[in-house]
């Protein structure tokens, strides 16, 4: 004789159900989705999870875990991972983010033209794109196109004013005319007035000429950028010329990194640990005065020795130490091109995969899909600089060079 059930399950999951917990609903449809993946993944495998078939084509290798978003809540999706191939339910989930989406569209640019080589061909079949066809690549990057378009040409007075800026440009290549030349992209972030950093502006130039800079910032100019206190970039002549020409009044912060190399230049070889240490005990200095000493102390170190480090020092002094007009506070981050280094090295992370881009449109899809993502993780992050540091930088007053007097509404207002 079969004991009665002491619990009634079909009338404890009604009851449950008609309270319309949040927490079992939640856990049911977690429940449901891992069992309707795990089916889904046997079907692939050719075979019940456990089970031998001689049909089986692979065997299941564990989960990889996923956050799926739902009304009742964020839910813990398992995905089957398999030995050999892969499978992913793109029924359910979005497959990559932006910036994966967009390098998949560009190598798969490139092998559809004809132009991929062996590493791009196992690049390919590791993304999982055998079976993209023209028309799917067509319409994932007409929607990406589209998202990085509204990013490149968003207006940044709303989100202004922008304190401190950091402009850089890397080097591509490029497939035009037959042939592989470099392209230039300009790049340009900054903090805004809520203290997060954000990128302002990208562009794809065939040279990193003075030109090619005067438009990007007069672009940015045009798109709301106001409020500029200081530029920190490398000493590229044409990019400092379109820093004065577009932000009359603003400093110019000379890359202490950057610098640093092109002292080595001029520097004997037997001199560069002595010269390296004399220079970065500048930088650790309390004050603006000690900071302004020990540059003395340094001069006079190589005056004698080293007349020519101390020309190139002294004729750079003042881009150098540009930093010291602000409060101690923000010199770490204002000083050097180093955090723009990282995001660089982001960059080259997704495009190193590509090598050479079929169009500069493909190179505008992939690093424009990027620097939206990492955006929108610094806005969604701790602030770069505080609200009460970004007040004290803004009393450096931007001064106009043609007469000498502030020129800045906000400080005008405040007085």
């Known amino acids: 004789m079969t004991a009665p059930h002491i619990v009634d399950p079909a009338g404890l999951l009604g009851e449950a159900l008609s309270e319309a917990s949040p927490d079992l609903m939640r856990s049911l449809l977690q429940t449901i989705i891992n069992q309707l993946l795990s ?23 564990g989960y990889r875990h996923r956050d799926l ?33 967009a390098l998949i ?22 993304l999982g794109i055998d079976s993209l066809s023209k028309s799917q ?29 950091a402009a850089d440009a890397l080097t591509m290549k490029v497939r035009e005319g037959g042939r592989v030349i470099n392209a230039a992209v300009l790049l340009a972030t900054g903090v805004n007035g809520d203290g997060h950093r954000e990128v302002l502006g990208m562009r794809v130039a065939t040279a990193e000429t003075g030109t090619a800079w005067n438009e990007f910032f007069a672009d940015l100019v045009a798109r709301g950028l106001t409020g500029v206190r200081l530029v920190t970039s490398d000493a590229h002549a044409g990019l400092v010329e379109a820093i004065a020409a577009n932000l009359p009044g603003a400093s110019w912060q000379r890359c202490r990194t950057h610098y640093a190399a092109n002292l080595m230049s001029v520097t004997p070889k037997t001199m560069w640990p002595a010269v390296k240490a004399m220079l970065h005990s500048v930088y650790d200095q309390p004050d603006t005065t000690a900071v302004h000493a ?40 204002i000083w050097s091109n180093n955090p723009a280094e990282r995001l660089n ?41 505080g609200l009460d540091v970004l007040a004290r930088c803004r009393l450096t007053p931007i001064t106009d060079p043609d007469t000498e007097t502030p020129n800045d509404p906000i400080l005008e207002l405040s007085a």
């Not at 480090?309 to 010291?324: K, M, P, S």
């Open 39 to 61: 089916a889904d993944a046997d079907a692939v495998v050719g075979a019940e999870y456990g089970r031998r078939s001689s049909g089986r084509t692979t065997q299941r290798n």
């Open 69 to 101: 978003d739902t009304r009742l809540g964020t839910i813990d999706v398992a995905v089957p991972k398999l030995r050999k191939g892969s499978y992913f339910p793109e029924w359910l989930l979005e497959r990559r983010k932006r910036a994966e989406s």
């Open 105 to 126: 569209t560009v190598v798969a640019d490139c092998y559809l033209a004809g132009v991929s080589t062996r590493r791009m061909d196992k690049l390919v079949k590791q």
């Open 137 to 165: 690549v067509s319409r994932m990057a007409t929607d990406l196109d589209q998202i990085v378009e509204e990013f490149r040409h968003r207006p940044l007075g709303e989100a202004g004013p922008f304190t401190f800026l």
């Open 294 to 333: 020990q540059f003395d102390r340094l001069l006079d170190y190589v005056d004698e020795k080293l007349p020519a480090v101390a020309d190139h020092l002294g004729q750079a002094r003042a881009d150098l130490l540009a930093f010291t007009t602000f409060p101690k506070d923000v010199w770490v981050q």
């Open 345 to 385: 090295k982001e960059i080259r992370r997704r495009t190193d995969a590509v090598g050479i881009f079929p169009t500069r449109e493909a190179i505008i899809r992939l690093v424009g899909a990027v620097l939206a993502e990492q955006t929108d993780e610094w806005a969604e992050g701790r602030r770069y600089l």
